[in-house]
């Protein structure tokens, strides 16, 4: 779900001076009549306050293209903001507009923080605070956010406003979920919903529905993050708010993608994608081929997935938006580690650093320093995968990112084992096992488990090594990650085959490969079809054993 700002405020309060703009523009003329030579001061005077119209009326168009949607939000406190603001202050609130729908973060924050001062009124305080919060959570700044919001629910604690305190909690919600704090995040969300259910604000209740289906679908818990983004759907339909409703979809989309059920995530991205089309709003319909390129990349249809992602970077750089333009780069980057093509990988994820460093996106960057890290990885440049870990590392570390912080280190000790490092290795993934087991993200702590698993496995402890596998594969059952099971079961196939036990071994890995077929994964059923011939012609030019005979009875006493 996107943020929840005040900006309809503004636009509201904007719309509200127009109108009244050319009515004090006449009031002023009559009032200069009665002085000397009125007209040369009487048309500058108009003049300018023609700018300002147009200054509010660019406003609100720039707020119409950054956020598309407005999440029903009409706050008075955030219409005295523009509504009382003088020439100085709305100069500065137009210019940050400008700079945010250029995405020149940095300056956006700047200029907001700029309009902040304690003696204003804490509506408009709780406005500032929350549109100052939500570019820092653009540029993936979640700590710099944080302090803004809590001054946000401290003044609308001040006010006694409802709305104000659950936009605040909703906000904070965010934060926490960004950083990986679930329990956290799960309970400012939940606080939130309450408060738009006692003052009967559908919209919101929606919204943090959606906001605690994104908590248990980072949880694993994916039953319970369907639940909620299906009532946060109907809600929509009813409303009616088509623009949500397709988010929720996409969203759906995601459970079922994560669960491996790739053609229900195809059927709902689809019918997203068709109401963008309708809107039309153009930066969600890119979002929707983003997914579609995850699910075709996911099946390993890698022609079809790299269409879609440069679909996708092509309406994002007519918007612009550089931050999705990053995200599709980084998509694209995968498809070609996938397919090998190590140099034109590279060069994407650069592209991306190179896009998120210029707009202060620190997510975005250790998102594309840990996928440098990964092509390094695969080339056998083990000391530069380390550094480029390490630097994603430090920037989670940063932001607060614990989801983050657990991947790096799931990365780095894969670097270790490859070196033969394995008890770094193992150190590595049981720190990164730890976060996942604290911040309660299941999918985390399988993927650290089968790590873990490999690593007792390169040692030579094979019943370590199983007893791991089979506890990822528990939780891999568990919250319906069907592509994560074929790649355990894969796993334990070839830990039975090490033992010798080619029958076992075969049936591991024909289960697998049912799996994956069931999922569509093309790519995974050519890897275990690659190891079950390999197995079924090892069967058939082995020797047959020799049978025992079989032992005589005892006589009988």
């Known amino acids: 779900m996107e943020l929840v700002a005040l900006w309809i405020g503004i636009v509201t309060g904007a719309l509200a001076l127009a109108g009244t ?27 300018r306050l023609d700018d300002r119209v147009q200054h509010l009326q660019d406003t609100l168009e720039g707020l119409k293209e950054v956020f598309n949607h407005h999440f029903g939000i009409a706050d008075k406190a ?38 902040l001062r304690p003696d204003l009124p804490p509506g408009e305080r709780a406005a500032l605070h929350n549109l100052t919060g939500n570019v820092y959570m653009y540029m993936g ?21 409802d709305q104000a305190r659950a936009i605040a909690l909703g906000n904070l919600g965010m934060v926490y979920g960004h950083r990986g704090e679930l329990d956290k995040a799960e309970d400012h969300h939940k606080r939130a919903f309450a408060i738009h259910q006692k003052i009967g604000n559908r919209l919101g209740q929606a919204n943090q ?25 109907e809600i929509h339909k009813n409303i009616p708010d088509p623009l949500s409703q397709a988010k929720g979809l996409d969203n759906l989309g995601n459970v079922y993608a994560q669960r491996g059920e790739l053609g229900r995530a195809e059927e709902h991205y689809k019918k997203a994608i068709e109401i963008h089309k309708n809107i039309p709003d153009p930066l969600s319909q890119a979002k929707g081929l983003d997914n579609l390129g995850n699910v075709y990349a996911q099946r390993g249809e890698l022609g079809r997935a790299e269409e879609h992602y440069k679909k996708a970077i092509e309406i994002h750089k007519n918007i612009p938006d550089p931050l999705s333009q990053a995200k599709g780069l980084d998509n694209l980057g995968i498809v070609y580690v996938k397919r090998g093509e190590m140099g034109k990988a590279e060069e994407h994820f650069k592209e991306a650093l190179a896009i998120d460093q210029q707009i202060g996106n620190r997510l975005g960057q250790a998102n594309a320093l840990g996928n440098l890290g990964i ?34 280190l799931g990365n780095l000790g894969n670097v270790y084992a490859e070196r033969g490092e ?39 402890e094979l019943d370590k090594a199983e007893e791991h596998y089979k506890k990822a594969l528990a939780i891999q059952e568990e919250i319906g990650d069907r592509i994560g099971q074929g790649r355990q079961l894969g796993n334990l196939g ?35 079809d690659e190891v079950i011939n390999a197995l079924e012609q090892i069967e058939a030019t082995s020797p047959p054993k020799a049978k025992r005979a079989p032992k005589k009875a005892p006589p009988k006493s």
């Open 78 to 115: 955030a219409e005295q903001l523009v509504a009382t603001s003088d020439e100085e202050r709305l100069a500065l609130l137009v210019e940050a507009t400008k700079a945010q729908r250029e995405h020149r973060y940095p300056d956006a924050v700047r200029l907001l923080e700029s309009c």
């Open 21 to 47: 703009g050319w009515a004090v523009g006449r009031r002023v003329c009559r009032r200069l009549r009665r002085q000397p030579d009125p007209k040369p001061a009487t048309e500058e005077r108009l003049a």
């Open 375 to 408: 092509v390094y990885f695969q080339r056998g440049d083990l000391d530069k995968a380390e550094d480029y870990y390490k630097k994603a590392l430090a920037i989670d570390e940063e932001i607060g990112k614990r989801v983050g912080q657990a991947e790096d």
């Open 422 to 460: 394995l008890a770094k290795a193992e150190e590595h993934h049981k720190k990164a096992l730890a976060i996942d087991e604290e911040i309660g993200n299941r999918l985390g702590q399988a993927n650290q488990l089968g790590n873990l698993g490999s690593v007792y496995a390169e040692r030579g």
């Open 141 to 161: 700044q979640q700590a710099e956010a944080e302090p803004h919001y809590r001054q946000a629910l401290t003044a609308a604690e001040e006010m006694d406003d």
């Open 209 to 233: 529905l959606g906001n605690l289906g994104n908590v248990y679908a980072q949880r694993g818990e994916l039953g319970r993050a369907e639940e909620h983004y299906k009532k946060a759907i």
């Open 494 to 528: 070839v830990l039975q085959a090490r033992r010798g036990n080619a029958p076992g071994a075969l049936g591991y890995l024909r289960e697998a490969r049912r799996v994956f077929a069931e999922v569509g994964a093309s790519g995974e059923i050519e890897k275990a």
